[in-house]
């Protein structure tokens, strides 16, 4: 079992930043795909972006990718999000999931934590 709990959220201006932690227990993250999620009111969870298990590839939606990064401190069994030039629109509640090496299966999950960009 992995326990993932995320924190870093807020509230933030237009145009600032946010860095999201991803903290795991029970399991080393060495074995696990990482990917964050977010998911607004009203709609359904999105895919923002995920490290993967070897931290040999990551990958991002187009509607964060050039300003969201994804990094991982093994030796502190977390994944990071960095969210800059943030926009209102990111606003959501954001998530991280965890799957096994390459599975893409996310069967674990965190609480989430709250994201809020005002205009």
């Known amino acids: 079992q992995v326990q993932l709990v995320e924190s870093g959220g807020g509230v933030v201006q237009a145009g600032g930043s946010l860095r999201l932690s991803c903290a795991a227990s029970g399991r080393t993250l060495s074995s696990y795909t990482v990917g964050w999620f977010r998911q607004a009111p009203g709609k359904e969870r999105e895919f923002v972006g995920r490290?993967?298990?070897?931290?040999?590839?990551?990958t991002y939606a187009d509607s964060v990718k050039g300003r969201f990064t994804i990094s991982r401190d093994n030796a502190k069994n977390t994944v990071y999000l960095q969210m800059n030039s943030l926009k209102p629109e990111d606003t959501a509640v954001y998530y991280c999931?965890?799957?096994?090496?390459?599975?893409?299966?996310?069967?674990?999950w965190g609480q989430g934590t709250q994201v809020t960009v005002s205009s």
């Open positions: 490290n993967t298990w070897n931290d040999l590839s990551t």
């Open positions: 999931a965890a799957a096994l090496y390459s599975t893409y299966e996310y069967n674990y």
